[in-house]
């Protein structure tokens, strides 16, 4: 059994994600969470996020904007570090409410709180069409850069905020997937330096076979998302980023993710 529910979120989310630029880590955590205590879902989540980033980059490195990735990337890389270290700090805080819902206790963290807030307002922002024809000019984005960053390294969701920012750049559809994968490896690279402890740790009791498992149908996942790339809209890539900020941002909020 979760051999069969990891490698389908993975598969599906991967291929979903493609076009939005996040959402991997996030849904794929709660699938690892269900069979594995949570120390080990992290660490196994972090590792396909990673992979799965790398061969992404692989298949569209040639769209890359390099100009967005520095502007972007840099403060990304100093936040992530920000935020990863924060996250270390914060380990031993509490919960701000518990409850049971169906049987099983949900915690509502302070990082969750904070971000699904602010996921749900990117949300809201996006379905409104006036905000559409908003675009942020490029001196905003090394603020983006941090703050996607930032959080990256505290919850583990850079790629919303940076989707956030990147879809009002002005890009091209290729350009956005290859630009948010740079990014998103930069990112990665910082919050596992930190995370690193946390992954040693964990390697003698990490189930490599799952672990396995999940990188390919995430890799197989992200084949189909570059395959269907070309049939794409940029108006429907947008929908999809909007819809899926609104339903990870509730799921943050109710503490169910």
Not at 221 to 235: D, E, F, Q, W
Request: charged share 10%.
């Amino acid at each position: 059994m979760s051999y069969l529910v990891v490698c389908a979120v993975s598969f599906l989310v991967s291929g979903l994600t493609f076009f939005s630029g996040f959402g991997l880590g996030t849904l794929l955590l709660p699938a690892f969470a269900l069979f594995f205590a949570i120390e080990k879902a992290v660490a196994l989540t972090a590792v396909v996020h990673f992979l799965n980033g790398v061969f992404k980059l692989f298949l569209v490195w040639r769209h890359i904007d390099r100009g967005v990735v520095i502007r972007f990337g840099v403060p990304a890389i100093a936040g992530a570090f920000a935020g990863a270290g924060l996250l270390v700090w914060l380990s031993g805080s509490g919960a701000l409410l518990t409850y049971t819902l169906f049987g099983r206790t949900v915690e509502l963290a302070p990082v969750k709180l904070v971000v699904g807030l602010l996921l749900l307002f990117f949300a809201c922002a996006e379905l409104l069409p006036s905000f559409r024809r908003i675009s942020f000019p490029a001196k905003y984005q090394p603020l983006g850069g941090a703050l996607s960053g930032f959080f990256g390294g505290l919850a583990g969701m850079q790629g919303a905020l940076r989707s956030a920012f990147l879809i009002k750049a002005g890009l091209a559809k290729e350009t956005y997937v290859a630009t948010g994968a740079a990014i998103a490896f930069l990112i990665d690279v910082s919050r596992l330096s930190v995370y690193s402890r946390l992954l040693l740790e964990q390697r003698a009791d990490l189930d490599y076979g799952l672990l396995a498992a999940a990188v390919i149908a995430a890799l197989l996942g992200s084949i189909l998302g570059n395959h269907y790339l070309p049939k794409a809209t940029m108006p429907g890539i947008q929908g999809a980023v909007a819809v899926m900020l609104f339903a990870v941002a509730l799921g943050l909020i109710t503490g169910l993710l």
